[in-house]
């Protein structure tokens, strides 16, 4: 059985990324490439790269003492070996205008307000340089966009995931930008999201605290951390943060006649705003989200019988609160769940023994 490869040590700055990961039984003879491409961010042709420009050091255990091998494009990994990767510092390309329609809720000298449609990337990342949020953004306002983000992110304050729909808010300037950055480092951003969750929830409500951070055996993953192991990766370690969600059951659908499944709509209110939370914490309740197929929410019979009503994980930020820039005054929006989610609930609706 193959060994899950554990991450020794992880070191964050401004200027280096470096991680290194023991290689444990069952990935002797793995292809370096093929090796960090499961265990990391990487792509196969992105890990020979970096291989070749020597930013992967490759470690075999002997006699106690770790030696260092040469590592190539062809390499294979032998026993009792551990391998570091040095991440190059991101390089910066600016986004450029796109006439993509938005969906503007609001509009103000300070803000925008937008309704996110699934499928769309919030800003340029590998693999997204077109298409995305920004660079719409960037046709619609020009230059009146705050820079805090960078070349690639100006303007947003905050992302929500490229498969989830709904509100989120845009910064015109640097003062809005700050001002609702503190907002959301306090928690005083109130945010609510509508889900569909695998399997019947049986508490009417509850409150998920658990820490999340990067899943040390898959680094393109989240995960859950035990309560009191907050950390903010400063000491070689990977980040830990603090992270709280709050749910009610909206309603229930047993489609056990049919599909042999349940399925759960519920209202999330994030407490505070991690990477994937509310997809991360409804998980590890054991309730992954309807389409999610990142931790565990996809490939139900339902979804294979009606795949043209899910795509992703089936999650919508349906209210967005604040206290404006400018004004000082708190400023609440809403939008309705999109039509392929209306869709899905009623389908779950009209199929369900009980509802």
Not at 286 to 303: A, K, N
Request: some cysteine; charged content about 25%; proline content about 5%.
């Amino acid at each position: 059985m193959m060994n899950e490869p554990e991450l020794m040590s992880e070191t964050l700055d401004e200027e280096v990324r470096r991680e290194t990961y023991e290689v444990l039984a069952g990935w002797e003879g793995t292809r370096l490439d093929k090796f960090l491409s499961e265990v990391t961010e990487l792509t196969r042709s992105a890990a020979v790269r970096l291989t070749e420009e020597g930013a992967v050091f490759l470690e075999v255990l002997q006699g106690g003492v770790w030696k260092p091998l040469s590592a190539g494009k062809n390499t294979k990994l032998p026993k009792n070996c551990r391998v570091t990767v040095t991440y190059p510092e991101p390089e910066d390309s600016e986004a450029l205008p796109e006439n993509i329609p938005l969906d503007i809720i609001y509009e103000d000298e300070d803000v925008l307000v937008i309704n996110k449609p699934a499928g769309m990337v919030v800003h340029p990342a590998p693999g997204n340089y077109t298409g995305t949020l920004v660079n719409a953004l960037l046709h619609h306002c020009g230059d009146s966009l705050s820079g805090v983000g960078g070349v690639r992110r100006p303007g947003i304050v905050h992302r929500i995931d490229k498969d989830t729909s709904g509100l989120l808010v845009v910064a015109k300037h640097d003062a809005a930008h700050n001002i609702l950055s503190a907002q959301l480092k306090t928690h005083t951003v109130s945010r609510v999201y509508y889900a569909i969750c695998l399997g019947n929830i049986k508490e009417d409500c509850g409150t998920v605290d658990l820490p999340i951070g990067r899943n040390p055996n898959d680094r393109k993953k989240m995960a859950v951390f035990p309560k009191g192991s907050v950390s903010e990766g400063k000491t070689g370690t990977a980040a830990i943060r603090e992270a709280v969600t709050h749910y009610t059951v909206l309603k229930r659908f047993s489609v056990g006649h049919k599909w042999g499944q349940s399925f759960t709509l519920v209202k999330c209110e994030l407490e505070t705003g991690r990477t994937h939370q509310i997809r991360v914490h409804m998980a590890a309740q054991g309730h992954p989200l309807l389409g999610d197929s990142v931790y565990g929410g996809d490939s139900t019979r339902f979804e294979k019988y009606h795949p043209t009503l899910i795509h992703g994980q089936c999650l919508h930020a349906g209210e967005l609160k604040f206290i404006h820039p400018r004004t000082g005054r708190e400023v609440q929006f809403t939008c309705p769940l999109p039509s392929d989610f209306e869709a899905l609930v009623a389908v779950l609706g009209k199929e369900a023994d009980y509802a």
